[in-house]
């Protein structure tokens, strides 16, 4: 029997020898010091493990997003500056290498996903535990919650809520006031068709000509991820006496900014002049047209 052992590492483990084996790629690391590798490779300020991973003159990482945050550049564990961190690309290439599975990010909400570090990320994006902050931005509310929770905070079934009125149906008018303050971002209705919610938001700005009064951005953000949006089509319109002001766009998904989209313009976007010829001078009030189709 020992006659047909062949000469390797394994018999001379058999006979009582003891070796060292080297680390193989396919059992490194094993569920035991995954953990302790995980504890290492933790972002301290977030617990978060995530790529690319940044460290301070001293050696202490921190991971991107935190790094981003931080509002004077310095090292939260020793203070040292953070002005030109440096990537820590050793301890990256053993999480990417070894393709350590890391916790989902919203673990601590619920998350159970441990995945890739490249597949973490997509998941992450549409993970059902992702905490969203309130979408009506510019009101100061402090409100976080899951996607399934953003409809009710808005409308008014729990408490804080904004009671922005909720309305069914492909086509629906909102009637805003004239005289409504600018500097203020308004969740003016949610619509609801096709079994999706949509938020129409308007955003009113004093014109950076003093003479010129208002400017008015108003634009449809669909509550759901990105490639539910891209499955819309919504036009915003204004028309009164023969006149007619009309955007049409795909919805932008529930993680883009509506902020950074009426900055660049990519929304219904017209003066307070533009508006009062829209007004109905019976109401006086402005009526704005929504219009949601799929494409
Ligand atoms: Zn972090
Ligand atoms: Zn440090
Ligand atoms: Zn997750
Ligand atoms: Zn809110």
């Not at 997003?65 to 564990?77: A, R, V």
């Not at 208002?214 to 539910?228: P, S």
């Not at 009062?276 to 019976?282: P, Q």
């Amino acid at each position: 029997m020992e006659g047909n052992v062949v000469g390797n590492g394994s018999q001379a483990a058999d006979v009582g020898i003891p070796v060292t084996l080297p680390v193989q790629d396919t059992n490194f690391p094993s569920s035991s010091n995954t953990e302790s590798l995980l504890s290492i490779t933790e972002c301290p300020v977030c617990f978060d493990v995530s790529l690319p991973i940044y460290q301070c003159i001293n050696g202490h990482i921190i991971c991107n997003s935190c790094l981003q945050g931080l509002d004077q550049k310095i090292c939260p564990t020793c203070r040292v500056s953070l002005v030109e961190p440096t990537r820590n690309l050793a301890l990256e290439k053993v999480l990417k290498n070894y393709n350590v599975r890391l916790p989902c990010k919203y673990s601590l909400n619920g998350c159970m996903e441990r995945r890739g570090c490249v597949e973490k990320e997509a998941h992450q994006l549409v993970c059902p535990f992702k905490t969203y902050t309130c979408p009506i931005s510019s009101n100061n509310c402090r409100w976080e919650g899951r996607l399934d929770e953003i409809v009710d905070h808005l409308k008014g079934r729990r408490r804080p809520s904004h009671f922005v009125p909720l309305l069914f149906g492909e086509t629906a008018t909102f009637y805003f006031p004239a005289e409504t303050d600018a500097e203020s971002q308004l969740a003016i209705q949610i619509q609801t068709c096709f079994d999706t919610y949509f938020l129409i938001a308007l955003k009113i700005s004093t014109a950076a000509d003093p003479n010129a009064g208002n400017e008015y951005f108003a634009l449809v953000q669909a509550i759901g991820h990105a490639e539910e949006a891209a499955r819309y089509a919504y036009r915003i319109e204004l028309e009164r006496d023969g006149r007619r002001l009309s955007w049409e766009a795909v919805p932008l998904g529930i993680s883009d900014s509506t902020k950074q989209a009426m900055e660049k313009g990519d929304c219904l976007c017209f003066s307070s002049k533009t508006m009062l010829l829209f007004k109905n001078r019976e109401i006086d009030l402005i009526p704005l047209v929504v219009t949601i189709s799929e494409v």
